[in-house]
């Protein structure tokens, strides 16, 4: 089974939302803003990864290059481009922006 990463990355944490291919919730979770505190959740060997994406921001680089390093199929998204396609949602939250990100 295939899995999709979306990450709503803050300054302090980042909301973390997997789900698989069939779109289902596989796990939700908030963790460190920092390249090990990602890794120890995306890293983990049950997931096998089609794309993790997280949105462009002041922290999107340094997390991009550490998970692409680790061998992550990481892609960045601009911001107006997500920004776009997460206002259809009627609750705006971190935690929703993740799901939205990996839907």
Request: hydrophobic share 40%; net charge neutral; aromatic share 4%.
């Amino acid at each position: 089974m295939d899995h999709f990463g979306g990450l709503d990355v803050s300054v302090k944490e980042t909301s973390i939302c997997i789900v698989d291919d069939t779109g289902r919730i596989v796990r939700e979770l908030k963790v460190g803003s920092e390249p090990e505190a990602l890794l120890k959740v995306l890293g983990n060997p049950a997931y096998r990864f089609k794309r993790i994406g997280l949105e462009a921001g002041p922290l999107s680089q340094w997390l991009f290059s550490a998970l692409a390093e680790a061998g992550l199929p990481v892609v960045c998204v601009e911001t107006r481009h997500m920004k776009a396609v997460l206002k259809a949602q009627i609750n705006k939250t971190d935690r929703n922006d993740a799901r939205g990100i990996a839907q």
